[in-house]
Every structure is written in C-alpha cells, then in structure tokens.
C-alpha cells in the first residue's frame, strides 16, 4: 500500500462559509498528501457513485463511510462543530455499521474475502487506505482482537473490522461526553466512560482526558458542544498527578464552595436550572471550576510545601 | 410663530390599525396566565405553592420540576374566563388570541375566515417581473455582506434583511406615486442598525458569530415598530423609530448645546417644535441573553403578541417580552445521556391564531406539534407528522435530506409546510400521516447526493413560504433559482434572480433545468448548476404579488406585472 501524504490545514475563516468555494481538507495520522490530487480523487469518487459506474454496493457503502468519518474527523477539529451536521453524519456512519454488522453476522467469512477481492480490483481508491490509516490508529490504542485479522487480510478488509468495534465505541464517544459546561444538571447526565458517582472532582477531570486520549483518532465530536478543546490545556497540565498522593479531602470542602460561588453568577453558560450550588463533590460541577479549584488547591499544598 | 405641522412625504406615521380579523375572535386569555406567579397559583390545578415548592398530591403541572417562572403579566394570570378582562388596559392592547372551545386540547378546530384579503390568486397567472435589486455588484463578495433572512411585516410596507456582519437593514415601500400609475411604491434603505457583534466566550473559548438567523417582526401597536433579531446565542428587540421635529428654544441650552448660566437668564420662553429631516433611530429595547447553549435556529412571535419562542438543536424557550432575565422552557430534546442524541429541533413555530399551540421539526423529518396547555414541559408531543419512508428511493443519504430546514403555517392556520433537502410538503394539522401535497423543488439532484455531501451542499437550509392567500408557495433552489408553485393549479415555475435580467419591469423568463438526454436551447443541465449561488432566503408580501428573493449578497425584488 503507498504511503500518501495528506495536507490538512484549516482556516478558521472557512467555518461553513457559503459563498466561498467550499475547501475539502482531510486529516491523516501523518499522512501528507498533496490537496488538489486528493481534491480530484474524491471528486471523482463522488461522480463515480453518483452515476453508479463500476462500484458495487459495499463499495459504496465503504466510500460514503468513509466520506462521513473523515468529515467527523474534520469537525473534530474545529473550534465550534454544527451539532446538526454531526448528528446527521453519526446516524448515516451507525446506520451504515448496523447494515455492516448485520451482514458481517450472516456471511462472516465470504464478505471479507469478497471484499478483498473487489477492493483489490478497484484502482484510485485512494480514500479507503486513508480512512485505514486513520483507524488504524484507533485500532492501535484500542488493541483489540482485530489487530491480528488485519494484519492478514488486504487493509480494507481491516478497514471493515476496524469499523465496526472502534466505530461502536467511537460513536459512543461522539456523542457522550462532557458536558461540564452545560447544565449544571442531576448528576445521572454527567457519566464519563464507566465511571461511578463517588469521584472526586479532580480525578473526574483526569479521568476524562484519559477516555479522551484513548479514542484520540476517532470521533469525539459531541464533545466539543461543551468543552471546547481549548480548555483541555487544563487538563493536560495533569497536575493532579504529582500530588495524588497527599489527601486533599479536607480542602475540598473550604476550596471547592468559595471559588464556585463568584464565577457561578457571571457564567455565560448556565441557563436553566435554579438549583442552589452544588455540593463540592457533585460530578455535576463545571469542569473549568474543577480546574480552577485544583490550581487554587495546588497553589496551596505548594505554599505548605514549599514552607512559605 | 405658528406651529408647523407639515412633514416629509416620506415620513408616515399610520394609526395602528385593529387587530386583524383572526384575531377578533373571544378567546382564552394570553398564554402568559400559564406563567406561574412568584405566589405560584397553578392556572390549572389552581393549587398555590410557596416559591418552587408543590404541595404533594400537586399533578396539575408537568412531572418535571418547573425549572423557571415568568412572573404574571399582572392582572391576566387568574385563569379567569376572558369576559372577566375585557375591561383591562392589557388586555385592550393586546387582543385576547382566539382558542379552540374547550374540549381535548389536540383538537385543532375549524380555520376562521382568511386573514389576508386581496392579493392575487396563485403565482403563475400572471407574469413576474424585476423590480430592484439591492446590493453591490462585485464578484467579490465579502462575507459579511451575505444576507441570512429576510422578512415582510405585516402590512408589506416594511422588509428587512439581515447579515452575516450583523447588521439590519430596513427597506420602506414608498408611497405610490400618482404620475406613474404603472410602478408600484418601491422599496428604499429606511434604517441601518448594528444588532449583533461578534463576541467572544470566555469560558468555552469561543467566538459567537454575529450573522443574524433570524428577524421576526411584532405587530404594530403604535407610531414605532419593532422587530426581534437573532444570532446563536441572544434575542434582541429593536425599536425602529422616526424622529421628524426638533424642539429649538430652550432656556438653558444654547443652540449648539452649551450650557447657559441660569443668572444670566432674563426671559423665559417657550421652546417650538421645527421640522427637520426624517431620522430613523433603531435602538435595543430589550435583549435576551444567556438562555441557549446550542445555536439558536429559530423565533417565533406568538399570536398574543406578549410572547416568544426561541428554539436551539435541542431546547425550546418561551420569553415574555418583557422580561429579559428569564425564560421557560418548553421542549428539551437533550437525552441524559448524549450518546443517545439521534436528533436535533430544526425550526419551531407558533401557530398564527392559537397561541397555545407550537410546532417544531427534526432532522429526522417529523414535526411534533405541541399544545402549551397539557403540560408546562412540552416533551410529548400532541400530534405526530411524518411521513412514511418510500422504501424505494432509500439511500445512504435519505436521512440527511430528509432533515427539515424549515417550517411555516400558512396565513389560515389550517396548514403546515415543511422544507427538506429536495422537496416542500404541505400538511394538513388534522393528517398525521403524510402530508396532503408534496412538491418535487429539485428532484434532479437526487442523483447527485454523494457530491453534494461532499461538498457539504446536502447540508444547506432552504426556507419557504407561502403567499398571503396561501395559494403559492415559494422556495429557492441552486444556481440562483428560486421556486413557485400554484396549490390549485398544480403549475410551477422556476425563475432565476440574476443581474442579466435586471431590466426595470423586465419580464422574468421561465428558466427550466435539463435532467437528461437531449439539452433543449435555454435549458440548463444540471452539471453545469453553480452550487455557490443559491437562494436560501424568500420572502413573500403579505398582501400583494412582490416577493423578495436574497441571492448571497444581494436583494431582488420582483413584483407581478401590471397591465
């Protein structure tokens, strides 16, 4: 397979802009590749579908898949993502995986080879080794049992298992996630991946940028709603790390009220709820004020640290 | 020194007129005595709460926790039968809306007599022709120039527009000249106003776009209009107001404004009104703020003419207009889990006559329509429309374009028309299960879907809208194209909005897209369709054939021919 290179870089100007034309950039895991060639292919792929020549249904099912994750994959990237376009491309990237899982679960062996076969055949598909690129990472940090069977079979057939369990967790990840900036809602909203309700606000932070980095490469698109990706710089700080050792627990009940209660009011987000403030330990609190109370608690232990 | 009295020809400055005819009927009181008062007497159960708090055994309102309360609009929150009201000054100024007779509160009762006399029958009697266009002519179009809506109020003397810089312009019809008897008034700049800037969020890193979703008119109750404008995340009320005298003659001021020393006053004097150039002044009246995590995609002014309803992907909020520091909310489509989010509120409207009933649309084509009476929380809807899938033009897209862009009800009330990607359908409020008509707008693009998700194009939000008879409705299309189509006589047209045919009373000519085969003179195919041009945004006149059709930056405006 020939490595190719994509070049992805995105104006922040370009958000949905009608009248300019409309640029079609691509992220790849390293991949670079000259635009205009992969602006070509892709049209053609487009035409080619469109007027129905030379591919078969899985064909098309695979291109209009892998059309759909690379422009999650885009949105990603974006400061601000259309929730409306991401929905709509998640229910098209599940309905295509149901379709997938349903044959896939009827004719286990002969739609891989099948498909192999075919994918073979069919020259300029350039797309379904990019797209196998880009799972492949996902495939790389989930581990899973699909590593092996990739490795035997032609890409896209790992393409096709690879979508199915990572797109699975992928789209469960596009749509959970963390919606500390949101409601300040019943703690029941506010789950990260498996977590249960005891955890301590810093940790909870900690926790989701762990889910985070885990499903890096695919589509945490709903995410952004409501953390937008530059408040992660907080949590990659990762303090809490040094320090997760020395029990914070009596701190949290001075620290975590009083630093809440003046950014509370003026918080642009909340709309809803007329709730009094949280309890400190709620996994309910806005995740920039987890961040905050950390740094004000950390400022602390360093003071008593550092004796001064 | 006589007062004068005389005005600018431009200035006019009508008596608001009564209350239009749907809305003469006795009814139930405004919407806002649902409000729950600080007191908190549920008009429902008639049980009083302490602040927040329900006694047990309380089932008058919604399961749910009501989260907000809008204070009453002081003497309309009693749950009293109108007759009781009449008398009020609040309720001589806003009429009470009409309502269905009692009984189940899903039952949409028999449409009143048309709202909107006169106006010509359909759209393709008659032949349309270019008025004006407004706007520059540059190839290179400047984003913020792109105009994002467009609407009529409702006496058609008023159309503004707004863009994606933000700013408002208002359009006046002139008065109708007697020396030429064969154009009618035509439309100049009235007012220019910034309503929105772009702000920032600190606390999201964000930048709030500025572009203007939306403009809602409000009736006209005195010599001021106003009118409602909304970007992603606030609401704000404008008040457009003319400014035609100037009072000279002040005893402490000078003409230029100084001050005068009051000692050194002898005499007093009266000051006098002079003329002076018509001055429309726009300020911000109210502003609606913080209300909306999601983008906001639509407003809609009730017909009580005291409320609103602001609808984001997936929240739905009612605002009283005059209180900016709250508001109910009605829908709430957020699943706890939002792993399970599958579908996002498109557009919402009230309905023009009931002003307990709304409706909002899905990106999975349904419409829900909703009835503010049954419960203060509106997740259950009262009626259900939506089309069966065909199964045979199933696609990988078919969710995608079916996605509603938008939705309208006609001037009677008795209909509903939505706009997916490719179609428009009429609906009838009593038929739930598909719509009574359904017009193909471009149906020759169903065969180019997987390009136009490409590139982005199937993601694009047409509007549409009905003429003031509700005979035609109207919808744009690509290439500058816009669509008409006639209800009665099942015709249509296409037209196109270009600079070539912008010969003042020029005829517009009917322009038709080849889908296939042999390409007739004057048609076009379909490949060669400029998918950066399209006509999102129409506006039809209230009253009279002139609609008003936003191509990217510009305004045309076409008006049916006068023989």
Same mark, same amino acid.
């Given at each position: 397979?020939?490595?190719?290179?994509?070049?992805?870089?995105i104006s922040p100007c370009d958000r949905w802009s009608w009248c300019l034309?409309?640029?079609?950039?691509?992220?790849?895991?390293?991949?670079?590749?000259?635009?205009?060639?992969?602006?070509?292919?892709?049209?053609?792929?487009?035409?080619?579908?469109?007027?129905?020549?030379?591919?078969?249904?899985?064909?098309?099912?695979?291109?209009?898949?892998?059309?759909?994750?690379?422009?999650?994959?885009?949105y990603?990237?974006l400061v601000e993502p259309d929730l409306h376009r991401s929905?709509?491309?998640?229910?098209?990237?599940?309905?295509?995986?149901?379709?997938?899982?349903?044959?896939?679960?009827?004719?286990?062996?002969?739609?891989?080879?099948?498909?192999?076969?075919?994918?073979?055949?069919?020259?300029?598909?350039?797309?379904?080794?990019?797209?196998?690129?880009?799972?492949?990472?996902?495939?790389?940090?989930?581990?899973?049992?699909?590593?092996?069977?990739?490795?035997?079979?032609?890409?896209?057939?790992?393409?096709?298992?690879?979508?199915?369990?990572?797109?699975?967790?992928?789209?469960?990840?596009?749509?959970?996630?963390?919606?500390?900036m949101e409601d300040?809602?019943?703690?029941?909203?506010?789950?990260?991946?498996?977590?249960?309700?005891?955890?301590?606000?810093?940790?909870?932070?900690?926790?989701?940028?762990?889910?985070?980095?885990?499903?890096?490469?695919?589509?945490?698109?709903?995410?952004s709603f409501e953390i937008s990706?530059s408040?992660?710089?907080?949590?990659?700080?990762?303090?809490?790390?040094?320090?997760?050792?020395?029990?914070?627990?009596?701190?949290?009940?001075?620290?975590?009220?009083?630093?809440?209660?003046?950014?509370?009011v003026p918080s642009a987000t909340t709309e809803e709820?007329?709730?009094?403030?949280?309890?400190?330990?709620?996994?309910?609190?806005?995740?920039?004020?987890?961040?905050?109370?950390?740094?004000?608690?950390?400022?602390?232990?360093?003071?008593?640290?550092?004796?001064? | 020194?006589?007062?004068?009295?005389?005005?600018?020809?431009?200035? !006019?400055? #009508?008596? =608001?007129?009564? %209350? /239009?005819?749907?809305?003469?009927?006795? *009814?139930? $009181?405004?919407?806002?005595?649902? @409000?729950?008062?600080?007191?908190?007497?549920?008009?429902?159960?008639?049980?009083?709460?302490?602040?927040?708090?329900?006694?047990?055994?309380?089932?008058?309102?919604?399961?749910?926790?009501?989260?907000q309360?809008l204070?009453?609009?002081?003497?309309?929150?009693?749950?009293?039968?109108?007759?009781?009201?009449?008398?009020?000054?609040?309720?001589?100024?806003?009429?009470?809306?009409?309502?269905?007779?009692?009984?189940?509160?899903? !039952?949409? #009762?028999? =449409?009143?007599? %048309? /709202?909107?006399?006169?106006?010509?029958? *359909?759209? $393709?009697?008659?032949?349309?022709? @270019?008025?004006?266009?407004k706007g520059a002519?540059d190839?290179d179009v400047a984003e913020a120039d792109i105009i994002s809506t467009v609407e009529f109020n409702y006496?058609?003397d008023l159309l503004a527009t707004g863009d994606k810089g933000g700013r408002v312009v208002i359009f006046q019809?002139?008065?109708?000249?007697?020396?030429?008897?064969?154009?009618?008034?035509?439309y100049n700049v009235y007012s220019t106003f910034q309503s929105h800037e772009p702000e920032f969020d600190y606390l999201k890193s964000l930048e709030i776009e500025e572009k203007i979703n939306k403009i809602r008119w409000l009736p006209q109750q005195?010599?001021a209009h106003f009118l409602l404008s909304t970007n992603d995340k606030t609401i704000k009320l404008w008040k457009i107001s003319e400014r035609?005298?100037?009072?000279?003659?002040?005893?402490?001021?000078?003409?230029?404004?100084?001050?005068?020393?009051?000692?050194?006053?002898?005499?007093?004097?009266?000051?006098?009104?002079?003329?002076?150039?018509?001055m429309v002044e726009a300020s911000p009246r109210r502003i609606f703020a913080n209300a909306h995590t999601y983008h906001i995609n639509s407003i809609s002014v009730n017909?009580?003419h005291e409320t609103y309803l602001s609808a984001d992907d997936l929240r739905i909020n009612l605002w009283h207009l005059e209180i900016t520091d709250r508001s109910f909310n009605i829908v709430?489509?957020?699943?706890?889990?939002?792993?399970?989010?599958?579908?996002v509120i498109t557009a919402a409207e009230f309905?023009?006559?009931?002003?307990?009933?709304f409706?909002y649309s899905?990106?999975?084509?349904?419409?829900?329509?909703?009835?503010?009476?049954?419960?203060?929380?509106?997740?259950?809807?009262?009626?259900?429309?939506?089309?069966?899938?065909?199964?045979?033009?199933?696609?990988?897209?078919?969710?995608?374009?079916?996605?509603?862009s938008d939705v309208k009800?006609?001037?009677?009330?008795?209909?509903?028309?939505?706009?997916?990607?490719?179609?428009?359908?009429?609906?009838?409020?009593?038929?739930?299960?598909?719509?009574?008509?359904?017009?193909?707008?471009?149906?020759?693009?169903?065969?180019?879907?997987?390009?136009?998700?490409?590139?982005d194009?199937?993601f694009d939000k047409f509007e549409?809208c009905?003429?003031?008879?509700?005979?035609?409705?109207?919808?744009g299309?690509?290439?500058?194209?816009?669509?008409?189509?006639?209800?009665?006589?099942?015709?249509?047209?296409?037209?196109?909005?270009?600079?070539?045919?912008?010969?003042?009373?020029?005829?517009?000519?009917?322009?038709?897209?080849?889908?296939?085969?042999?390409?007739?003179?004057?048609?076009?195919?379909?490949?060669?369709?400029?998918?950066?041009?399209k006509i999102l945004h129409t506006a039809?006149?209230?009253?009279?054939?002139?609609?008003a059709v936003a191509a990217t930056n510009n305004l045309y405006?076409?008006?049916?021919?006068?023989?």
């Amino acid at each position: 397979m020939c490595q190719q290179q994509l070049h992805c870089s995105i104006s922040p100007c370009d958000r949905w802009s009608w009248c300019l034309p409309v640029k079609w950039f691509m992220l790849g895991r390293g991949l670079k590749r000259k635009l205009s060639d992969y602006e070509e292919n892709m049209a053609g792929l487009s035409s080619a579908f469109d007027s129905s020549r030379n591919l078969t249904y899985p064909l098309k099912r695979q291109l209009v898949l892998n059309m759909c994750l690379t422009k999650l994959q885009t949105y990603k990237m974006l400061v601000e993502p259309d929730l409306h376009r991401s929905v709509l491309i998640a229910n098209t990237v599940r309905q295509i995986q149901e379709e997938m899982r349903q044959e896939t679960s009827q004719q286990p062996v002969n739609v891989c080879n099948g498909l192999g076969l075919h994918s073979q055949n069919y020259t300029g598909v350039d797309s379904a080794g990019i797209s196998a690129q880009l799972l492949s990472g996902v495939n790389q940090q989930e581990s899973n049992c699909c590593d092996s069977r990739s490795a035997e079979e032609p890409i896209e057939n790992g393409l096709l298992m690879v979508s199915d369990d990572d797109m699975s967790s992928a789209i469960s990840s596009i749509l959970k996630d963390l919606d500390f900036m949101e409601d300040i809602s019943p703690p029941t909203c506010l789950v990260p991946a498996g977590d249960d309700q005891p955890k301590s606000p810093e940790n909870v932070g900690l926790k989701l940028e762990d889910d985070r980095q885990e499903l890096k490469g695919a589509e945490c698109v709903f995410g952004s709603f409501e953390i937008s990706n530059s408040t992660s710089y907080l949590k990659d700080l990762a303090i809490d790390d040094i320090f997760e050792d020395i029990d914070t627990s009596m701190y949290d009940s001075d620290f975590c009220c009083p630093p809440q209660m003046p950014s509370r009011v003026p918080s642009a987000t909340t709309e809803e709820t007329l709730k009094t403030f949280p309890t400190c330990n709620s996994s309910s609190t806005n995740s920039i004020q987890i961040c905050r109370t950390d740094l004000s608690e950390l400022d602390h232990i360093m003071e008593i640290l550092v004796g001064s | 020194m006589p007062f004068s009295l005389s005005q600018p020809s431009r200035s !006019r400055n #009508p008596a =608001p007129s009564k %209350p /239009g005819p749907h809305s003469s009927q006795p *009814g139930f $009181n405004s919407v806002s005595k649902y @409000f729950m008062s600080a007191r908190g007497r549920c008009p429902q159960s008639q049980h009083v709460e302490e602040a927040g708090v329900f006694p047990e055994g309380h089932t008058g309102c919604s399961a749910r926790e009501p989260r907000q309360h809008l204070s009453p609009s002081q003497s309309r929150l009693t749950g009293a039968l109108p007759a009781q009201d009449s008398g009020s000054s609040p309720a001589a100024r806003w009429p009470p809306c009409s309502g269905g007779a009692g009984g189940e509160p899903t !039952r949409v #009762p028999s =449409p009143p007599p %048309p /709202g909107v006399a006169g106006g010509a029958g *359909g759209g $393709n009697d008659f032949q349309w022709c @270019f008025s004006q266009v407004k706007g520059a002519i540059d190839e290179d179009v400047a984003e913020a120039d792109i105009i994002s809506t467009v609407e009529f109020n409702y006496s058609g003397d008023l159309l503004a527009t707004g863009d994606k810089g933000g700013r408002v312009v208002i359009f006046q019809r002139e008065q109708e000249n007697k020396s030429r008897p064969h154009s009618r008034g035509e439309y100049n700049v009235y007012s220019t106003f910034q309503s929105h800037e772009p702000e920032f969020d600190y606390l999201k890193s964000l930048e709030i776009e500025e572009k203007i979703n939306k403009i809602r008119w409000l009736p006209q109750q005195n010599a001021a209009h106003f009118l409602l404008s909304t970007n992603d995340k606030t609401i704000k009320l404008w008040k457009i107001s003319e400014r035609d005298k100037r009072a000279e003659g002040y005893n402490l001021k000078d003409e230029d404004g100084r001050l005068r020393d009051p000692f050194r006053i002898t005499a007093l004097r009266v000051p006098i009104l002079k003329p002076m150039d018509l001055m429309v002044e726009a300020s911000p009246r109210r502003i609606f703020a913080n209300a909306h995590t999601y983008h906001i995609n639509s407003i809609s002014v009730n017909s009580d003419h005291e409320t609103y309803l602001s609808a984001d992907d997936l929240r739905i909020n009612l605002w009283h207009l005059e209180i900016t520091d709250r508001s109910f909310n009605i829908v709430d489509i957020k699943p706890a889990n939002m792993e399970e989010l599958t579908e996002v509120i498109t557009a919402a409207e009230f309905h023009p006559h009931h002003c307990n009933v709304f409706v909002y649309s899905s990106s999975k084509g349904t419409i829900r329509l909703c009835d503010m009476r049954s419960s203060a929380l509106c997740d259950r809807h009262s009626k259900f429309f939506e089309e069966p899938e065909d199964p045979s033009s199933r696609s990988f897209f078919s969710e995608i374009i079916s996605s509603i862009s938008d939705v309208k009800f006609s001037h009677s009330g008795r209909y509903m028309m939505t706009r997916d990607y490719l179609s428009v359908k009429v609906w009838d409020l009593n038929m739930e299960n598909r719509p009574v008509e359904t017009y193909q707008v471009h149906e020759y693009l169903r065969s180019k879907l997987c390009s136009l998700y490409e590139n982005d194009c199937i993601f694009d939000k047409f509007e549409c809208c009905w003429n003031g008879s509700d005979s035609a409705i109207m919808t744009g299309s690509y290439n500058n194209f816009f669509r008409m189509f006639d209800r009665n006589t099942r015709r249509d047209i296409t037209l196109e909005a270009s600079r070539e045919s912008s010969k003042p009373r020029a005829i517009l000519k009917p322009r038709k897209v080849c889908t296939g085969g042999k390409r007739k003179k004057d048609e076009i195919s379909v490949d060669s369709l400029d998918f950066n041009k399209k006509i999102l945004h129409t506006a039809w006149h209230p009253t009279e054939n002139i609609i008003a059709v936003a191509a990217t930056n510009n305004l045309y405006i076409f008006q049916d021919k006068i023989n």
